[in-house]
C-alpha cells in the first residue's frame, strides 16, 4: 500500500481535538508548538466550536478541503464509522491510537483488529496501529504523535522505528538526537515495521535507519529491505528484544509479536552489515554517532587523544577489551608531536596530551591535525568529559581548536567523536554546538568502545562479497520424519558433499562378499530411518576385516536390533570404509520458521556446547562467506596451523559448507534440521569426510 | 606515618595564598567557597596584606596559632625551606602541587623528589604528592584542592583516592556523588595510596572505597588493607589501568608507578572480594550504588518494574547477557499482581506493570511493596527513563509512591535502584530527592546489569571462607635454574602432590633390573635440568615392558642425548609407571614480583590458549578456595559429569591444587615458575597422576 498519504500529507484532520489531557489534547498542542503552516490542518470534534483558539469541525464531512491524512483520537469503537467518512473526503492514511485490539489476546480484541484491517484496506486507508503513539515527520512538520516531549528543534536524519511508543519519546528526548521520522507503529499489524523500512530506506532525507522491533511480522519484506540498505550503504541499526527467554515472552506479549530464534536474527543481521545495539542507550548513541559524522572513516583504525594520563589509560584499556585498534603513529607525526607536545609528554597512540594544550586553540587544533593527517588513522577520538555545567573553560579552547581542523579540512576532515568518562555531564550548548561541525558526544568507555567496535565491522562490511539470496520457507506440514545414515548421505552428496563409497547388504552372504571388495577396515551399521542412536541398541561395529567379520558382524547386529528395536524398518546393514581419523567439526543446519535454513558450524561436542564456539548463517552460502563463519570460530586457529602444527584442508571444509547451505536452500519449504557429526577435516589437499550424517524433514516420508 | 594532622588538620596554611587563577587562587577560591569556620585558616604571601578580604601574613612564623596542615601553592623551590618552617610551627602534614620530581623521569627530579621525602621524614611532616591536586575532606570541611568545581553540598560516604586529579574532579561533578574525602594523591611516593587506603578502611565516616590506581607501591599494605576491608565488609572499588599494555605503559610513564601483571591484580581482588570497575563512569556508579543503598540486599536476586513492554524486554535481555538472576514471583505475588495490576497486564518478573500506573502514587506503592515483599526477591530495580527536564509528570507519582514504601519499611526496606533506558537525562532535583530516600539512578542497562552483577558477586562472597595469607615474594636473585622432571616431582611430592613410585638408573644393567620390579608398562625419560624439551632429542621413550625393551631404550636415549645435547649434564634415565590417561588438566604457578605466587589452573593446552579458560589466584589457598577455581571454569562441567559421564576425581584435584599453592607459598622468594603438564585425573575416588612437571627457580642451582 503506498505510504504517501500516511506520511507525507497535504493536509490533515485531527479527530477528537480537544484542550485535556490525552491523546487528542496532546496532539493538538504538539501540532500547534511544532506546525510552521496550520493552512491545511483541521481540527474536528462535534462538541466545540473552537480549540485553543482555532475553529473546530463538527465531523470530518465538514471540512471544506480534501483530507490525506486523518489522525484519530476517539476510542475504538469511532473508529470504523470515521474510516468510512475519511474515505469520502479522500483520505489514504489514519493514524489510529486507540486500543483493545489484537494486543489483548482476546478473541474480540483481535476479530476488531481484523475487521479494521480489512475495511481499511477496501477504502485505501493505511493504517498506522491501532495502539501505537503515532508519529513525526520532521522533514515535512508533520506531527502526529501523542506524548508531549520537551520543546526543540529535532529535525535532521535519523530515522525512528519503533514497537513502543515510550522507547520514541526516550529517544526523542536525547538531546542532540536529529531525526526525518519518528514512528510509534504500535501493532502494526495492516501496515507492518518492514513497510515502513522501506520507506525509510528509500527516503532521501534518512541517513540512519533506528528501529526497536519485538518480532519481524515480513520476513521475506525484511531480508528485501535489509538487502536494499546494505547496497545503499545506508545504516541500519536495530534493537530487538528476546535475546533471553524472558524477553521473548515479554516481546510476544506486549505487541503480539512473533519472535523467531534470536540467534538466527542476529545472523540474518550480520549477513546484511546491519548493526544489532544491546540497548535503547546504545541504540540512540549508534544513531547519532552515524547521523553526525559527515562521512565513514576510510578504514576501522582509531586515535585517541586525551588530556590526562588516567583518561589515555581508560582508553587503551577499554579499547583493548573491546578489539579496538590504535594503529601507532608514523615517526613523523611522532616527531611532529615532539615539538608540539610539552617536554614532559610522551607522544604515542592512544596520546596523553597533557591539561595545558587545551587552554590554547591554536596549538590543540596543530596537534588535532598531526593525529589526524598520520596516514594510519581513520578516525580521532578526543576524551573530554563534557559537563553539564561547565567549570572549566578547557572545552572553550578545545572547540574553537576542533573547528578550526574541521574547517581548514573540509571534506577531507576525518571523522571525530568526543568520549566523555563519565555520564550526566553533556553541556547541551556544548553538545549542540560539536554537533553541527560534525562531531557527536559518545556515551562513556564501555558504551562507546562497544559501539565504535560496530563502527569497525561495519566499515569493514564488504556488501559484494555476499550472497544476496535468502531461503526463505513456507513449511507445508508439521509432521516430521528422519532419513536413515546413508538416505542422508546420499541426499547431500548430490549437493556435492564428499562422501565415501558405501553399500547396503542385507543378507549375511551379502556381506561376506561385500567385505571382500573392501579397500581397507569398514564399518557396519543398522541401516534404518527409525533407528537414530545406533550405537545405543548395538547396531554399530567398527574396524571390522574380511568376510568372516563381516558375516559375524551382521549377524550380532541383527540380533541386537532385534532384540532392542523388534518394531524398527529396516532397509539393511550399511558397509562403510573406515574414515580416517581428522579434526573433528560439526556442521548442522536448522530450519528458522521465519527466515529459513540456518548452517551452523563449530568444532566437536565440547566446544559447540560448552565454549558455545560456533557460528550460524543463514543458507545459502557463498565461498568467501563459508570462510568467513569459519574465521568467526576462536577453533579457526586449530584448522590453519595453530602453533606450527598441521594445516587442514580449509578449502574442502568451506567446500562443503557452501554444498550443505545450497541443499539446506534447495530444501527449504521440507528441511527440518540436518547434522554431519562429525565431519573429519584432513590435512591440507586430503579432503574431508563425513563420519555420520541425520535429515530430519517435514511431512509424509518419501526419498529426497 | 600518622595522617591526622596531614588530613584532618585543626589548623590550616595556605602558603601562596592569591586572587589569580592558578594553584594559590584556586585554593583559596575553594576554601572561601565551602568552609564554614575560617578562624583557624591563614592565607600566607609576603606580597600581599589580604586575599579575597582576609587577613594575610608574610610567613607562616607570623602566623600566631600552631600549624597543622601547610597546603603550598609555590613552586618546587621554595618547599624545603617551607617545611623547615613549617616544622617550626608544629606542622605534621603537607599538600604539596608543585610538580618537577620523580614524574619527569630525569634524574634531577628523582633527586629533588628523594630529598623532599627524606626531609619531611625527618621533620615529622606527611606529604601529600608532590604532583598532586590535593584532596577535600568532607566530614570536617577542609578543602585544601586545587581544581574548580561547581558549587553544590557534596558531604557524603564515598571516600576516593586518586592516581590522576582529572579522575577526582570527574567524580566530583557526578551528581549526587557525595563524599567523606576526594584524595588526588599525585606522585604518592611519600605518603602511599596504601596509607590513603587504610585511613579510608579505618574511617567511621566512609562507607566505600574508591581507587582509580595506576599500580601498586606498598603491596603488603595493600594486602593487609584489602584484607581488614573484607572482614569489615566495607566496599573497595578498583579502577586500575593496565588491563592492555598500551595501558599499563601509559600508567609508568604517567605517575612512574610500577605496574605488575594485570591477571595477579585482578586475582588479587577477587580473592578479598573487592570489586574491579572498567572506567572511570563505572566506578562513579558503582560507588554511588554502594553509597546509597541503606543496607545491601539478603541475596543476589532481582526484580524489575518497568512501564513499558519495550523497557521490560531490555531489562530481561540486558541482565540475562550479564548474569543477573530474576526469580520467579511467589503464587502469592502473583495473585496480588493480578488484582493490583490493569487486566490487560501479564505479571512477571520482570514485570511490565504498564504506564497506567505511574499517575497514582498509592497503586503504585502497593505493586511496589507486593513485589518486594516477595521473598524470593533481594533487590527491586525500578525502570525509568528520568529525564533532564522533566515534561511528563509520571516521576512525580512514582517518587512518592516509592516515598510511601521507603517510609514504610524503614529498616525493613529491600534496596532499590533506578535504571534510566537512554542517558543524559537524569534530572539533578528528582536524582538528588531519591538519593536522600536510598535510592540511587545507576546508569543505563550495559552499565547498570554489568554493575548489579558486580553488586551479586559481592553479596555471595564469602569471606570467612577465604584464606587470609598471601606469600609477598622477597626475590633475592635475578639469577634462575631449573629443576630436572624428578626434582621437581619430588619437591612437589613433599608438599603432598601425588607421585608415582620412580627411579633414575645410570646404567643398561641398572634399567634392565629396574624393568623386572615394575608392576607394568614403563616410560624412560632422560634425566636432566638442563634439557627442557625432552622429546624433542629422542629423551623420551613410552610403553615399554620388560628388562630387554629397558636396556635398550637406555642405549638408545643415551646415544640420541649425546648427539642433541653432548654439553647437557646428566643424572641418568628416569625410569616411571605408565601412568593411565585421564582428563588432561595444566595446574602451573607464575610469580608475580609485587604479589607473589599465583597459581593457574585450567585444562590442557587449546583450553587455556584459544579459550582462555583458566583460573588465576593467589598462592596459598584452601580446599573451598580451589574448589572455587574449578568450578569458574567453563571447562568444570567437564570434570563433573558432563552430560551423564564420568565424574572426575575432583577432591583430589582440589587437593593438588592446595599443595601447590603450599609449596609455592613456601618457596615464594626463590620460585620463579611451575608447571605441572599434563596433570591426569581419574575418575571419583580414584585420584590424579602427574604426568610431567617443570620447576624454574631464582637463584643459585640447588635441590630445593
Request: charged share 25%; net charge negative; with cysteine.
Amino acid at each position: 500500500m503506498d505510504l504517501t498519504k500516511l506520511l507525507k500529507p497535504k493536509s490533515v484532520a485531527v479527530v477528537g481535538a480537544s484542550e485535556k489531557n490525552g491523546f487528542g489534547g496532546d496532539v493538538c498542542r504538539n501540532i500547534i508548538t511544532y506546525t510552521k503552516d496550520m493552512s491545511r490542518i483541521y481540527f474536528v470534534n462535534p462538541r466545540r466550536d473552537t480549540v485553543f483558539e482555532r475553529k473546530c469541525y463538527p465531523s470530518v464531512t465538514d471540512i471544506p478541503d480534501v483530507i490525506d491524512l486523518m489522525i484519530i483520537c476517539t476510542s475504538q469503537k469511532t473508529i470504523l464509522p470515521l474510516l468510512e467518512e475519511g474515505a469520502g473526503k479522500g483520505c489514504g492514511g489514519a493514524v489510529v491510537f486507540a486500543s483493545g485490539y489484537g494486543e489483548t489476546g482476546t478473541e474480540e480484541g483481535i476479530r476488531q483488529e481484523k475487521e479494521l484491517l480489512e475495511r481499511a484496506e477496501e477504502l485505501g486507508i493505511a493504517i498506522m496501529g491501532p495502539n501505537c503513539a503515532g508519529y513525526v515527520n520532521y522533514t515535512d512538520h508533520v506531527y502526529a504523535f501523542a506524548f508531549i516531549s520537551a520543546e526543540r528543534d529535532r529535525r535532521g536524519n535519523i530515522g525512528v522505528i519503533s514497537q513502543s511508543g515510550q522507547l520514541c519519546l526516550s529517544m526523542m528526548e536525547c538531546p542532540s538526537m536529529k531525526f526525518s521520522y519518528n514512528i510509534s507503529a504500535g501493532n502494526a499489524k495492516g501496515i507492518q515495521m518492514e513497510d515502513y523500512m522501506e520507506f525509510l530506506v528509500e527516503d532521501e532525507h534518512t541517513k540512519v535507519v533506528s528501529l526497536y522491533i519485538e518480532g519481524v511480522k515480513n520476513p521475506s519484506k525484511f531480508v528485501e529491505v535489509l538487502n536494499k540498505a546494505a547496497a545503499k550503504k545506508k545504516p541500519v541499526i536495530v534493537l530487538k528484544a528476546g535475546r533471553s527467554n524472558k524477553g521473548q515472552a515479554i516481546a510476544a506479549s506486549h505487541t503480539g509479536s512473533l519472535s523467531g530464534s534470536d540467534a538466527s536474527f542476529d545472523a540474518l543481521l550480520k549477513k546484511f552489515g546491519a548493526i544489532r545495539a544491546d540497548d535503547l542507550e546504545e541504540l540512540t548513541a549508534l544513531s547519532l554517532l552515524f547521523s553526525t559524522i559527515p562521512r565513514l572513516p576510510d578504514k576501522a583504525e582509531f586515535a585517541s587523544m586525551n588530556l590526562s594520563g588516567g583518561e589515555t589509560a581508560i582508553c587503551a584499556d577499554v579499547g583493548y577489551l573491546n578489539g579496538i585498534s590504535y594503529p601507532d603513529f608514523t615517526s613523523e607525526t611522532l616527531a611532529a608531536l615532539k615539538e608540539q607536545l610539552p617536554g614532559y609528554a610522551t607522544p604515542n597512540n592512544p596520546l596523553d596530551m597533557t591539561a595545558t594544550l587545551s587552554y590554547d586553540a591554536d596549538l590543540y587544533a596543530k596537534v588535532l591535525e598531526t593525529v589526524m593527517d598520520d596516514p594510519n588513522v581513520g578516525m580521532v577520538l578526543i576524551g573530554y568529559t563534557l559537563l553539564y555545567e561547565i567549570a572549566d573553560p578547557a572545552i572553550y579552547y578545545m572547540y574553537e581548536g576542533i573547528k578550526k581542523v574541521a574547517m581548514k579540512k573540509g571534506d577531507r576532515c576525518k571523522p571525530i567523536a568526543i568520549i566523555p568518562f563519565a555520564e550526566n555531564t553533556r553541556n547541551p550548548e556544548y553538545q549542540e554546538k560539536l554537533f553541527r561541525i560534525g562531531v557527536p558526544v559518545l556515551p562513556p568507555p564501555v558504551y562507546a568502545f562497544k559501539m565504535l567496535k560496530k563502527l569497525a565491522d561495519y566499515i569493514n562490511f564488504d556488501y559484494s562479497s555476499v550472497s544476496h539470496e535468502i531461503a526463505l520457507p513456507q513449511r507445508k506440514s508439521d509432521q516430521t520424519y528422519a532419513l536413515s545414515e546413508h538416505e542422508s548421505k546420499m541426499c547431500l552428496k548430490e549437493f556435492g558433499v564428499a562422501a565415501a563409497e558405501e553399500l547396503i547388504v542385507t543378507s549375511r552372504r551379502e556381506a561376506e562378499i561385500a567385505a571382500e571388495k573392501m579397500p581397507g577396515a569398514f564399518a557396519m551399521k543398522i541401516e534404518s530411518a527409525e533407528i537414530l542412536h545406533k550405537s545405543d541398541v548395538g547396531g554399530v561395529l567398527l574396524n571390522l576385516k574380511g568376510a568372516k567379520e563381516a558375516g559375524d558382524a551382521f549377524d550380532l547386529i541383527m540380533e541386537n536390533v532385534k532384540k532392542h528395536c523388534p518394531e524398527a524398518g529396516i532397509n539393511g546393514i550399511l558397509m562403510v570404509p573406515m574414515l580416517k581419523p581428522g579434526l573433528e567439526m560439526i556442521i548442522g543446519v536448522n530450519n528458522d520458521p521465519q527466515f529459513g535454513p540456518m548452517i551452523m558450524a563449530g568444532m566437536g561436542g565440547i566446544f559447540v556446547e560448552l565454549f558455545k564456539d560456533v557460528v550460524v548463517y543463514p543458507a545459502p552460502v557463498n565461498k568467501a562467506e563459508a570462510m568467513r563463519m569459519l574465521q568467526s570460530l576462536k577453533a579457526f586457529k586449530l584448522l590453519n596451523g595453530y602453533r606450527g602444527g598441521e594445516k587442514y584442508d580449509i578449502d574442502a571444509l568451506c567446500d562443503t559448507i557452501v554444498s550443505v547451505g545450497n541443499f539446506a536452500a534447495a530444501n527449504k519449504d521440507s528441511l527440518k534440521e540436518l547434522d554431519i557429526n562429525p565431519l573429519f577435516v584432513y590435512p591440507e589437499d586430503e579432503g574431508v569426510g563425513v563420519a555420520d550424517s541425520l535429515i530430519v524433514k517435514y511431512g509424509e516420508k518419501r526419498r529426497c
